[in-house]
């Protein structure tokens, strides 16, 4: 088997050898809640979660209808809810907002629940992540957020001078969008405070 380039090597049978895990600290710098009749979220000093997610958010529940993310399934079937909380990083922002041509995209508009810094790369977690809050909850990282026309409509109604920002957007976020996580343990996020983020060991699968 063909090593990768970016691969740290391989083992005696030939296998890449593993990434480590890691451990870092990150802060929580903002909580959002979506709450209202729209898309968007709004900023709350703090969040308390349940194993449901965020109680009285939208996407709040242990199961959601299956959508367009999840083709395989007949829409509208009840499936496990792994996208209960959104999160994104404000550099990721940020790169998005000048591929756009726009000052800025905010969390809000795009319906994040939670903002982080001091993560490198915050899109590209692995799945299995975990984190750890200062309150006692804990996420685990289900996987890239895709970003969607949907998001990109909500980012061009603050901007109605540029058009097919909708489209737009789901080129320039591509990589950017952040994350979706589910609870795996209650507590409460408080913005401003410390997170303990544990990534897994890594492998490259091939077949």
Known sequence: MTVPSNSPGADLFGEPVPLPP????ARLAGTLIADGAGFETRAVPSLSVTLEGVPGDRHAGH???ADS???WYPRG?????????????????AEIAR???VPEVRPEWIGANLVIEGVSRLTRLPP?????????A???????NAPCRHAGRAVGDHFPSQEELDLAFVRAAKGLRGL???VERAGDLLAGTGIDVRVPEQRLWTR
Do not use: K, Y
């Not at 890691?22 to 600290?25: D, G, K, P, S, Y």
């Not at 079937?77 to 404000?90: C, G, M």
């Open 138 to 144: 804990a996420l685990a990282v289900e996987g890239e």
């Open 180 to 182: 979706v996580a589910w």
């Open 22 to 25: 890691q451990r870092f600290e």
């Open 63 to 65: 199961a959601r209808p």
């Open 77 to 93: 079937t009840p499936i496990r809810n792994a996208r209960q909380l959104s999160i994104v990083a404000p550099d990721e922002l």
């Open 128 to 136: 299995g992540t975990r984190l750890h809050f200062a309150g006692g």
């Open 69 to 71: 993310r999840v083709p």
């Open 99 to 101: 591929r756009l041509g």
